[in-house]
């Protein structure tokens, strides 16, 4: 009886041994790898069971690997290229004649504001000259007679000096613009007397004229009236004469 257990002891534990080694090499937990991972670390088997042991199902991530600087021929040779340097050319080209066609466009516009701005002065100054319409003046007719007083007073001068044959049309065709046209002469006096005013010489010697020509024709107008007025007496007495005659007569 004692040997048979023995005997069925040392022939089964053998045989069990053996299908437990097939079983787990016909059916593995995880795929066999034909070589050994790299980045697995090896530990030693007596390391301490508080250390963590890293999972081998798991694979690592590999650190990234930094990217090597591409060489470019420009930075491996310090002198430039003659691409360089004739786009360098190129953009100082570019610049110089932007620069130049700004500086002419610039000068064209400033040019054409000047001759705009004397153009609306000279317009508003001229439309400043003209009457109003409520003075009931008008240009048309009253400018055409003082040509005609102008060149009449050229036809009677004809025959005399150059002085006078200057003179007598200005004179003429003055008095036929203050007479016919006073609103307009009085609007033109005031503009060149503003003129007149930039240049102190010329204002004083304007008012020096002034002065003579009114203080010329207050004595003349003083005068005709002492000579109408004697005028006038003579008569009287030339008829007081001859009616005292003509009552002696009769």
């Known amino acids: 009886m004692s040997f048979r257990p023995m005997f069925s002891q040392r022939v089964v534990a053998p045989f069990a041994a053996t299908l437990l080694a097939g079983g787990v090499t016909l059916y593995p937990r995880r795929a066999a790898l034909a070589e050994e991972p790299r980045d697995l670390v090896r530990k030693p088997i007596y390391d301490d069971l508080s250390t963590d042991i890293p999972d081998l199902d798991l ?11 591409s060489l470019s021929p420009s930075s491996s040779s310090s002198s430039p290229t003659p691409t360089d340097i004739l786009t360098a050319q190129i ?17 064209f516009n400033d040019f054409l504001s000047r001759a ?7 317009t508003n100054t001229v439309a400043s000259l003209a ?5 009931g003046e008008r240009l048309l007719p009253g400018g055409v007679y003082v040509v005609v007083a102008a060149m009449a007073g050229s036809i009677v001068s004809r025959n005399r000096g150059i002085l006078l044959r200057t003179a007598s049309p200005l004179a003429f065709g003055t008095v036929a613009a203050w007479t016919l046209l006073p609103v307009t002469m009085r609007n033109v006096s005031d503009l060149v007397w503003e003129y007149e005013k930039k240049v102190p ?8 004229i002034r002065e003579k020509a009114e203080h010329i024709w207050y004595t003349g107008i ?17 008829r007081k004469k001859l009616e005292e005659l003509v009552s002696k007569g009769h």
């Open 131 to 135: 009457p109003s319409p409520d003075s």
């Open 201 to 208: 010489a010329l204002a004083e010697q304007h008012l020096r």
């Open 59 to 69: 694979p690592k991530k590999a650190a990234p690997v930094a990217p090597q600087p």
């Open 222 to 238: 003083a005068h005709s009236g002492m000579a109408r007025a004697m005028m006038e007496e003579k008569i009287g007495d030339t």
């Open 91 to 107: 953009r100082q080209a570019r610049l110089f004649l932007y620069d130049h066609s700004l500086a002419v466009e610039n000068c």
């Open 116 to 122: 705009l701005h004397v153009e609306n002065a000279f």
